[in-house]
């Protein structure tokens, strides 16, 4: 299984961004996917998750403002990222969960100018 994220980029606060990630290989049902993101020296922390069957969970710092979403026929998942602060700078990645194992993407840069 590899996954591309794609996306991510400069942006003022208030701005927003949509990242995708695009999964390709053997990809099984049910599964789940997410979006994580990391600042340097920091954990990863979780930021949205769905499930193939639509069911999505949010981490506080981003409700209201974040929106995941999937199209199972492309095996491709996104992010729409609205209102975005500062603080929601970092390395996103995203990740699925099929069959008890974890796939990484590579991350994709995410930078909110104040």
């Known amino acids: 299984v590899q996954l591309q994220a794609s996306g991510g980029g400069l942006v003022q606060a208030g701005g927003s961004l949509r990242l995708s990630c695009a999964a390709s290989?053997?990809?099984?049902?049910?599964?789940?996917m997410g979006w994580s993101r990391q600042v340097p020296g920091k954990q990863r922390e979780l930021v949205a998750s769905i499930t193939s069957a639509g069911s999505t969970h949010y981490a506080d710092s981003v409700k209201g403002r974040f929106t995941i979403s999937r199209d199972n026929a492309k095996n491709t998942m996104y992010l729409q990222m609205n209102s975005l602060k500062p603080e929601d700078t970092a390395v996103y990645y995203c990740?699925?969960?099929?069959?008890?194992?974890?796939?990484w993407g590579q991350g994709t840069l995410v930078t909110v100018s104040s």
């Open positions: 990740n699925l969960v099929q069959r008890w194992h974890t796939y």
């Open positions: 290989g053997s990809i099984f049902s049910p599964n789940g």
